[in-house]
């Protein structure tokens, strides 16, 4: 059935000794090319990975020092948890909330890649992030003012001349640092890998079954181990907003109109939602689309309509067995593996200071405080339901707190005092809206109540409202961080061994 397997034992040899001229004084390649894969495209010669770089790209990589306001980071869009996606969002969305046009895209295998963007607008993966950091509704910076605030910090200096010999900061050391690390997302692990690879692991008979139909109906654009042929194509998607026309917008040919590069099938338990839009919470969904809404327009790919057909023929069965197929592409290991996690950086990123937010207001007034103390309670609601995982009574909550926060608004306060609770009002709202939105994912509801902690923390810290047992929980080492009325209280499914309590 598969005579590439063949040559794959044969290849494998090749890469393997191609692998170990990566290798330095550690075990572990920091190139792991997989025996299964083909060639990388990269060009390593003119940006040789070496362990230093890596660490320095990573660093990078998780710092919200990169953007206008220091609040976002590439990890916030791209998240390890999420296949390097963004949890949950069918739209990314960057400094002040603000939506971006597309879905976020995962990153892994970028070695292989030799265009980036669901448009490949940008063809050197050097070069790749000076668009998401100029981007207004992303990281809104220009590259000088990183490079000062790179040079002004209190460790960079020093990881410059770690992974390149001198203290010197420039545009081609940050973006061949950031690639360093980026290419190290290699991710070769999924039961499927295992399988190619002869590792003692099995597909099951609907699995292979999947994997027939996948080989037979999908692999002229999904193909190959990388599952994509990196082109750009139209795949039917109806009612395209007119407002983003994919290739056409870098090539400026009208062929090229509602074209997006065909992504890889990789990961996909962990990167909903789908396509560029996000427009797909489901594999299921996504399968009806191929089936049964395949639009037929001037630019749709000729594959999708044959013989005077639009779309893929699939039976209800062959959609299950696509997907149990599918399945077996999620690579468990390269989102649990610490080499990208950030909180193995050798030198941790200084954590911004919640308490600088708080202002000092006057002591409030009756009324003030008796609105404060009923959202408490509300928020407290929200908090139990997401350590439950009961996601239906954490959206019902989360509906309700600004609503009774807003009530604010018709008593006396002083301008500043306005001003300050509208600002925080409004991010809290954003977050509220994600729990309802994200009523389908515990995870995306965990995400946005740690915003949401932050927010409502100041806000009431800056009130002072008369609630005396309330405590701020912060985990050293990771985000997490919650108000509750308990002191010493341990939020469940976190691990972090060292909690700080903080009495409001
Ligand atoms: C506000 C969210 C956001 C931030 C912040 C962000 N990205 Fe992205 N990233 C995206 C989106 C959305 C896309 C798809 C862009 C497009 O097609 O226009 C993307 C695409 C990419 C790609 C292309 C992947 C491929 O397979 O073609 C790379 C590489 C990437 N981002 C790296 C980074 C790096 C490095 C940073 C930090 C400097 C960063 N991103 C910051 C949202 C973000
Ligand atoms: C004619 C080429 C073509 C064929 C055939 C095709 N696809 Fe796609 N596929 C694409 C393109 C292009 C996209 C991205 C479209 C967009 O976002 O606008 C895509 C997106 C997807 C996505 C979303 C992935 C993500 O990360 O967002 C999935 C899942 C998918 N296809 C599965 C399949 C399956 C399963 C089949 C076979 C039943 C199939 N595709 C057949 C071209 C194709």
Redesign the pocket.
């Known amino acids: 059935m598969m005579p590439a397997k063949n040559k794959i034992m044969i290849l494998s040899g090749i890469v393997l000794i191609i692998s170990l001229s990566f290798r330095k004084k550690q075990d572990i390649p920091l190139f792991p090319a997989p025996a299964n894969f083909p060639k990388p495209s990269y060009n390593f010669s003119a940006n040789a990975l070496t362990n230093e770089g890596i660490e320095l790209g990573k660093t990078?990589?998780y710092d919200a020092i990169?953007?206008s306001d220091n609040t976002?980071?590439?990890g916030?869009?791209?998240q390890q948890s999420a296949g390097f996606t963004?949890h949950g969002h069918a739209?990314?969305?960057?400094?002040d909330d603000k939506l971006?046009?597309?879905?976020?895209?995962?990153?892994f295998n970028?070695a292989w890649?030799e265009?980036?963007?669901?448009?490949?607008?940008?063809h050197d993966?050097d070069l790749?992030?000076i668009?998401?950091?100029t981007?207004p509704?992303?990281?809104n910076e220009s590259m000088a003012r990183v490079l000062d605030k790179l040079r002004k910090s209190q460790q960079y200096p020093a990881l410059f001349k770690k992974a390149f010999g001198s203290e010197e900061i420039n545009t081609e050391r940050f973006l061949k640092a950031?690639s360093q690390f980026?290419l190290t997302m290699v991710s070769a692990n999924s039961k499927y890998d295992k399988y190619m690879r002869y590792e003692g692991v099995e597909l099951n008979e609907t699995e292979l079954a999947g994997m027939a139909i996948v080989k037979q109906k999908c692999a002229s654009c999904h193909a190959g181990e990388l599952f994509t042929d990196y082109s750009f194509r139209n795949n039917g998607l109806t009612h395209l907003p007119v407002d983003d026309k994919g290739r056409f917008e870098v090539n400026q040919n009208e062929s090229d109109s509602f074209k997006f590069?065909v992504?890889s099938l990789r990961n996909l338990g962990f990167t909903a939602p789908y396509m560029?839009d996000g427009r797909f919470k489901t594999l299921e969904e996504v399968l009806a689309h191929y089936t049964s809404t395949v639009e037929s327009t001037p630019f749709l790919d000729p594959v999708l309509n044959q013989n005077g057909k639009t779309g893929i023929m699939l039976s209800k069965d062959e959609q299950q067995k696509i997907v149990s197929f599918l399945r077996t592409l999620d690579d468990e290991d390269f989102i649990k593996n610490t080499r990208f996690a950030e909180n193995t950086l050798t030198v941790s990123i200084p954590k911004k200071d919640i308490d600088a937010e708080v202002v000092n207001f006057r002591p409030v007034s009756g009324k003030v405080k008796a609105i404060f103390n009923e959202s408490i309670d509300i928020y407290l609601k929200i908090k139990e339901a997401i350590k439950t995982q009961q996601t239906g009574i954490a959206a019902k909550q989360s509906d309700k707190l600004p609503k009774v926060l807003k009530k604010l608004n018709s008593l006396p306060l002083a301008n500043a005092e306005k001003v300050f609770f509208n600002t925080y009002l409004e991010k809290l709202s954003f977050d509220c809206e994600h729990i309802i939105e994200g009523e389908y994912s515990t995870e995306h509801q965990s995400e946005h109540f740690i915003e949401l902690s932050k927010n409502f923390y100041v806000l009431i810290a800056s009130f002072k409202p008369d609630y005396s047992k309330l405590y701020y929980h912060r985990c050293e080492n990771s985000d997490l961080n919650w108000l509750s009325d308990k002191i010493n209280e341990v939020f469940p499914k976190n691990n972090c061994d060292k909690i700080q309590t903080k009495k409001l």
């Open positions: 990078l990589f990169i953007s976002i980071s590439c916030s869009c791209h963004q739209l990314s969305h960057g400094i971006t046009r597309r879905n976020s895209m995962p990153l970028l890649s265009s980036f963007g669901w448009d490949g607008g940008v993966l790749f992030a668009s998401p950091i981007n509704a992303e990281m950031l980026m590069k992504p560029h």
